[in-house]
């Protein structure tokens, strides 16, 4: 199946309507010396280059000229560019450094039917620029007589791997991983494929080994991978694309056989130095590591009683000196919980740890959130640390990987869903107090800072094992860089892009997008509840399958309702926010709909907006639910002739798993609830 490792990147010919300007590629610079230029500005017009071969069959030449502009003429219009340039054909890459503060990774667009201008001041935002004109050429028809700027909401665009160095990847849907095999580091074309996808929608980093670092994966900061890491960072970087690593905060004893881990320690504390000199020496691109230290039998400095921002600071330090960053994990909790426990809540574990270390952090540290207080539900709250922290480099974990959402066995478009979250007003300060304005850095001036997404990609010939789930990985990348882009928008790009551009079928399959979240919450766990899978591996319904364990995560459904008492009668969980959402999650009557049983108990004969009681509302949306999975394969059907071959076999068979598997979960559901409450359906259907 060739063609598909290119995912949306898989161009299909079509006609050429503007000749001139798909005739050459320019690169003008001050010095016009392509020696000069960085690695990125030649992908870039390797990249343009491969566009017109495979969208027209065209060859480009390629230039390099050479013309001074100050850096407000970089705001001009096209005519006063051609008198600027001398350049009046084809498309220019006006490459200008000193830009690079006020455009940071951005760029800007100017055309007319002869000529294109991408004009920035970094290569990074040279690259986006002509990946944005490709993808302008496939989904708008033309590049021509456009005018944009586009500017990076996020300075941080991560992709988190989760991957082990024998292969395997955890939470991983979509084959074993494609930098890790046997243990050893895989250096190959799919790398390149890989940076060359995340570039063409924005990422610009990525971490690539799984943050439950153990075994060969703490020796990736030895010299036995330094190679292949090096080659793994060079290939990364001509796509703009930075290295990271996860690390193993037990290295020093794990690796040097030290006595301890203590971040106070002066030997770990020089042991940590030389590694990092070492190792940001051997692989000069690395940009730094991502830390899971104690969490979920993780190691870290609770061992030591120290705290988090001493265990952080003190990687930090070492860091510092090679312009490293050390991206330090919020996900601290007790997994030990006794489920009898009523007082416990694992949602307030994040808050608890981290808001009373607010401002005690390095400059280089930056704390990495989850997007809710428990861990990747299909409905959850914000966590309240969003909002919380104030003097704290802060960035958005969500996961594109479907742990909890279907395993890329079922289509759950995930980016409403974030943007959800980006959306969600914090009242942490007058203005500027979204969630997206905290993690771009607009509200506290912080520049360490942006969106990290759990990858759900895999060595399968189409990335994602569900075709659909590609649309997860291109949306994070593109909403990443533009958080004002709608879902819709997303989703008709990649669309277009990857499967068809007949407008019936774009239709069609982005409606079915925009509703697969809320589809997949109606015949899965009710109201913001979430869990209710079996343990372990996460897939499929068991309603009861974590409520007697030691994971904190609880139903505590009885005969007489469910959900969780968060409020501060409760939990206190609700405490957590800053006030104007506190009372709105603390009053079960002013209490989101689609959160209550996040943070109330409720009856089950209590009566909802809707007018429904509660338990009528479970019944109703699993069977709505299941009916629109089944509706979901029927559509797909009918648009068989219009999705490529490929892709519709692989896609229909998914479709067909779920809306099996979503029958499965309304039943075992609903006939859960039955027994517990008594209640029988109004509408008198089959309850087991
Ligand atoms: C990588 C959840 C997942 C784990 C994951 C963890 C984390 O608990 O089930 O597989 O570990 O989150 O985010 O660290």
Excluded at 121 to 141: H, K, N, P, Q
Aim: with cysteine.
């Amino acid at each position: 199946m060739a063609g598909y490792t290119d995912a949306w990147l898989s161009y299909k010919m079509k006609a050429l309507t503007n000749p001139v300007l798909w005739s050459r590629v320019t690169v003008v610079t001050a010095a016009g010396d392509k020696e000069q230029l960085p690695q990125t500005v030649v992908t870039a017009t390797a990249e343009l280059v491969r566009a017109g071969k495979e969208l027209f069959g065209t060859e480009l030449q390629t230039y390099y000229e050479a013309a001074a502009l100050l850096p407000a003429e970089a705001e001009a219009g096209v005519d006063a560019l051609k008198r600027l340039t001398g350049q009046a054909e084809g498309t220019v890459l006006l490459f200008l450094p000193e830009l690079a503060k006020g455009y940071s990774e951005g760029y800007r667009i100017v055309s007319d039917d002869t000529v294109m201008y991408i004009i920035a001041g970094t290569g990074r935002g040279i690259l986006y620029g002509a990946f944005d004109v490709i993808r302008m050429e496939i989904t708008e028809g033309s590049a021509a007589g456009k005018e944009k700027k586009v500017l990076p909401d996020n300075p941080l665009r991560m992709m988190n791997h989760w991957d082990n160095m024998d292969g395997s990847i955890e939470r991983g849907y979509s084959g074993r991983s494609f930098f890790f095999v046997d243990n050893e580091v895989v250096v190959n074309e799919r790398t390149r494929a890989y940076a060359r996808l995340c570039a063409s929608v924005g990422i610009n980093a990525a971490v690539i080994n799984n943050v439950n670092v153990k075994n060969a994966a703490t020796e990736l900061i030895t010299p036995r991978y330094e190679k292949e890491l090096r080659r793994m960072s060079e290939v990364f970087a001509e796509y703009g694309v930075t290295l990271y690593l996860s690390l193993n905060f037990a290295a020093p004893m794990e690796l040097a056989g030290l006595s301890c881990s203590d971040p106070l320690n002066e030997e770990v504390r020089a042991w940590w130095k030389e590694t990092m000199r070492y190792i940001f020496t051997a692989v000069p691109n690395l940009g730094g590591f991502l830390v899971k230290a104690d969490s979920e039998g993780r190691p870290g400095p609770h061992t030591y009683g120290r705290t988090q921002a001493e265990g952080a600071n003190m990687l930090a330090e070492a860091a510092a000196p090679y312009g490293g960053t050390i991206i330090w994990r919020c996900f601290v909790y007790n997994c030990t919980q006794d489920w009898r426990d009523k007082k416990t809540d694992r949602a307030r574990a994040g808050y608890d740890h981290f808001k009373p270390l607010d401002g005690q952090f390095a400059d280089n540290v930056v704390l990495q959130i989850k997007n809710g207080p428990m861990d990747f539900q299909i409905r959850e709250p914000v966590s309240p640390l969003l909002g919380g922290l104030e003097h704290t480099n802060q960035i958005l974990e969500v996961q594109a990987a479907q742990e909890y959402t279907g395993q890329q066995r079922h289509f759950c478009y995930l980016v409403p869903m974030w943007k959800e979250v980006l959306d969600f007003k914090t009242y942490c300060a007058p203005e500027n107090d979204t969630v997206a304005d905290i993690v771009s850095g607009r509200t506290y001036a912080q520049h360490t800072c942006g969106m990290a997404a759990v990858t759900n990609t895999g060595d399968d010939e189409n990335w994602t094992g569900h075709d659909f789930a590609g649309l997860n990985w291109y949306g994070f990348g593109r909403l990443a860089f533009q958080t004002s882009l709608t879902a819709k928008e997303i989703a008709e790009e990649w669309i277009r892009m990857t499967v068809t551009k007949e407008p019936a079928a774009v239709k069609a399959l982005t409606d079915m997008a925009l509703c697969s979240r809320e589809v997949y919450e109606k015949y899965t766990s009710p109201l913001g509840i979430g869990w209710m899978v079996n343990p372990g591996h996460h897939y499929g319904p068991n309603v009861d399958g974590y409520e007697y364990d030691r994971w904190g995560t609880y139903h505590r459904a009885d005969c007489h309702g469910l959900g969780v008492d968060r409020t501060s009668k409760g939990t206190g969980y609700t405490m957590q926010y800053r006030e104007e959402n506190y009372k709105r999650y603390e009053d079960a009557a002013e209490c989101p709909e689609e959160l209550l049983l996040f943070f109330h108990y409720v009856r089950y004969d209590a009566v909802l907006k809707s007018g429904k009681t509660l338990i009528q509302h479970i019944y109703d949306t699993h069977f709505e639910g299941a009916a629109q999975a089944e509706q979901f394969l029927g559509t797909f059907a009918g648009l068989k002739d219009y999705i490529p071959e490929e892709i519709y076999q692989r896609s229909a068979e998914r479709f067909k798993m779920q809306a099996e598997h979503a029958k499965e979960w309304r039943d075992i559901v609903n006939s859960y609830f039955y027994r517990k409450s008594g209640i029988p359906d109004a509408h008198g259907r089959e309850i087991y």
